[in-house]
């Protein structure tokens, strides 16, 4: 009872007793609360939340991020505002004695930046074929990846391919991806498909051929006379 051992009654052998004894260990009121750290980990996190265990009460706890001046705190909480890149955590508790307890520290990482993507193919432009290259490029690695053609479901892709057997016409094209830590990041294109109308030349090169023809025809034929 409030941080102190009781050895209430008993049995002697013979007697049952009603003594009421106080106990203090040897050493009691130098020993430090042990406070350990278990969350952030040695990783890569978009949000960080600080949780950690300690095993008993204390009359302050705080914690110090990349050597700073401690923040109070009484439980876990996230850690917002830290900035891209590495840090470092380290707990403190001090109890009813004045005992400072040191956690371990812990080394992590924020990432609050989406991937970046390079469409390289297709370009804002007409292409006189119905199969075009999707070529791109990510600055990170991801854990999803897909594209996405006209405002239709996402497809789930592994890396650059061929869209075969567009139709003729405009068409847009979204690539989505999503890294490790759940950052998610989308690029769009616009482009045309245009067939050389080759069918379409070669028949107005032979209806000029053939008023050609008839107009020679019709000269000729003229002279004769």
Do not use: C
Not at 58 to 71: A, E, F, R
Not at 130 to 157: M, R
């Amino acid at each position: 009872m409030n941080d102190v051992l009781y050895a209430i009654g008993g049995f002697d052998g013979t007697n049952w007793l009603d003594v009421n004894e106080q106990y203090k260990p040897v050493g009691y009121g130098t020993v430090p609360p042990m406070i350990q750290i278990t969350s952030p980990e040695n990783k890569t996190y978009s949000q960080a939340l600080l949780a950690f265990t300690i095993n008993r009460g204390t009359q302050w706890m705080g914690y110090s991020i990349d050597n700073k001046v401690n923040i109070t705190v009484d439980a876990e909480t996230k850690l917002i505002g830290l900035s891209q890149g590495t840090h470092n955590v380290t707990m403190y508790a001090n109890d009813t004695f004045g005992n400072m307890g040191v956690s371990n520290s812990v080394l992590f990482s924020v990432d609050t930046l989406p991937p970046m993507i390079e469409i390289m193919l297709p370009q804002n432009k007409s292409y006189d074929t119905v199969d075009v290259q999707l070529t791109f490029a990510l600055n990170e690695g991801v854990t999803y990846l897909a594209y996405s053609l006209d405002g239709q479901q996402p497809v789930k892709i592994n890396g650059n391919l061929t869209l075969p057997a567009l139709a003729n016409g405009p068409h847009s094209l979204t690539v989505y991806a999503v890294d490790g830590v759940g950052n998610a990041a989308q690029k769009s294109v616009s482009f045309n498909i245009a067939p050389f109308p080759i069918v379409t030349y070669v028949a107005v090169g032979t209806v000029i051929t053939i008023i050609l023809a008839a107009s020679y025809l019709l000269v000729k034929q003229k002279m004769k006379k």
